[in-house]
């Protein structure tokens, strides 16, 4: 049982509910706190310790997950005056599955390192839906040592755990892995829409699209156009799936890193501005393959 020592976690919302749920639901005690506290009800009647800070998880807890919305959420909730770092116990990991700045992940990893912890950043891919199945995918950054420590946990809310390298990495792929998505979105929203306005079936379309050379994830997963394929969010008026907003928010992370690192990215630039147009026209809380409808709308103007 001495794997069964308390879990903290923090952040309860779209995805860190889910994520803590599978973490009691392998038999793991958890100890919780969030901004919000009603969020955390639910756990206190599935059993869990509910606390009053992120300081008092760091003072029950050995090991702690934070999934939160951005680097300032981040930053307040480790080194806040009432955050993690506060109180940390010496030895103890620290895993944050947040999408935040590469550079963000590595000051906080130094801030715990100076407190005797150990940070590692291991951001998610897959969705809301994948947090429900537990069939995440983890990009780990961080001591290679302490990577097995960590697979341990995030066994319990994905299928995949990939150890990508120090600090800082499992930004960097989760970064990259986004731009080229919302890229290869727009992509196949233009050429659906393009295809339509020349007569084309969209159904017809697609599965053109899906046995050649343009096929990729958005055109064959997750077609962007209304009535091409069910159980996507547009097949239902793009609710649910991967908020405009928060593309936008992780295109701006591709954009600040390709400044630092003096890489020229001119499709995720001007997918980030579209994406940000998008957030402005009253597409923020749509899934992020209603850029198609957005298209749509401009060429009407």
Not at 242 to 248: C, D, K, N, P, V
Request: hydrophobic fraction near 40%; charged fraction near 15%; aromatic fraction near 6%.
């Amino acid at each position: 049982m001495a794997s069964k020592t308390p879990v903290g976690f923090i952040g309860l919302g779209n995805m860190g509910n889910p994520m803590a749920r599978n973490l009691v639901k392998h038999g793991y005690p958890v100890v919780v706190y969030d901004v919000f506290p009603e969020a955390c009800k639910e756990f206190q009647d599935l059993g869990a310790q509910v606390t009053e800070s992120p300081a008092d998880v760091a003072e029950r807890a050995d090991r702690i997950i934070t999934m939160l919305p951005s680097s300032p959420h981040a930053q307040e909730v480790y080194t806040g005056g009432n955050g993690i770092l506060k109180k940390v116990k010496k030895g103890s990991l620290l895993i944050d599955s947040s999408t935040i700045d590469p550079s963000v992940s590595k000051e906080l990893a130094k801030a715990a390192e100076n407190m005797g912890a150990v940070f590692m950043d291991a951001p998610v891919s897959g969705g809301v839906g994948a947090a429900l199945a537990g069939n995440l995918t983890f990009m780990v950054g961080g001591v290679e040592q302490e990577f097995n420590a960590a697979k341990e946990l995030l066994t319990c809310m994905g299928s995949n755990v990939v150890y990508c390298g120090e600090v800082g990495t499992g930004q960097a792929a989760k970064i990259c892995n986004n731009m080229l998505l919302a890229i290869s979105m727009i992509g196949t929203a233009e050429a659906m829409n393009l295809g339509i306005r020349l007569g084309l079936d969209p159904k017809l379309l697609a599965k053109i699209l899906n046995m050649s050379s343009g096929r990729c994830w958005s055109s064959d997963t997750y077609n962007p156009v209304p009535g091409v394929m069910e159980g996507v969010p547009s097949a239902n008026n793009y609710q649910g799936g991967f908020g405009t907003t928060l593309m936008a928010k992780d295109l701006g992370l591709a954009q600040i890193s390709a400044t630092n690192t003096k890489t020229p990215v001119p499709l995720g630039s001007q997918a980030h501005q579209i994406y940000r147009m998008m957030c402005a026209k009253g597409y923020a809380v749509k899934d992020f393959s209603a850029v198609f409808q957005f298209l749509r709308e401009e060429e009407s103007l």
